[in-house]
């Protein structure tokens, strides 16, 4: 049986996800030394068995290392095969550089994930300049679906807005999905933090506190 395991603050999302899967569901002690390193430690034995590394690693510091020594410690005590399961992954987003003598973190980290794991599930990556980013087997569920669906039937007057160009892919077939209108914001980007936003008249019901859905496409 597969064993899944949770970095710090996914634990809910994990318990949840092993229990869909019939797997089982195990802790990691995580924490940190003295002097600030992280550590991470099982007492699992995952000896031939599949292991499953849930983190989404969102806004976190560290947060690869821990999930690099957790992939290290599962090979250690001979798991068959670790996979990265990431809701949310880390720097896809950039893919193209901007100025001489940025990197394009994408391609770097690609190559830490695929060196670390030896499979990836991952929401809908922004994969705009690659067909494929990584060199091991990916997963890469699609969203849209199953949140349209929920939306048509939860919501009775729907809005989508698309916050910039790079999203229509995906709003227009979200908008087609539920038989809603959408609108465009603009984007003039004047820095990493500093931008303008253009946005067109909403109609009258978008501009109360509900009725209005923003679909913010991570990916």
Avoid at 22 to 39: A, I, N, P
Avoid at 60 to 71: E, I, K, P, V
């Amino acid at each position: 049986m597969q064993l899944t395991f949770s970095l710090t603050g996914n634990e809910n999302f994990a318990c949840h996800l092993a229990e869909a899967g019939g797997w089982g569901f195990e802790h990691l002690d995580t924490g940190r030394f003295t002097v600030g390193e992280s550590y991470v430690w099982t007492f699992s034995d995952v000896a031939d068995r599949p292991v499953n590394l849930v983190d989404t690693s969102a806004r976190s510091g560290d947060g690869f290392l821990r999930l690099a020594f957790a992939a290290d410690a599962a090979r250690a005590l001979d798991a068959s095969e670790v996979t990265l399961v990431a809701p949310y992954l880390v720097y896809t987003r950039q893919d193209q550089r901007s100025q001489s003598g940025k990197t394009v973190s994408s391609k770097c980290f690609s190559r830490l994930v695929s060196s670390t794991f030896d499979r990836l599930v991952t929401v809908a990556p922004h994969l705009h300049q690659y067909s494929a980013l990584h060199s091991i087997p990916s997963h890469t569920p699609y969203a849209v679906p199953l949140l349209a669906h929920w939306i048509a039937a939860e919501i009775e007057e729907r809005l989508i807005i698309r916050p910039n160009e790079e999203s229509v892919q995906w709003v227009l077939e979200f908008a087609r999905r539920i038989g809603a209108p959408n609108v465009l914001l603009r984007k003039i980007r004047h820095g990493d933090r500093n931008l303008d936003v253009e946005r067109p008249e909403l109609p009258h019901y978008a501009r109360s506190s509900q009725g209005i859905i923003e679909v913010e496409i991570l990916s």
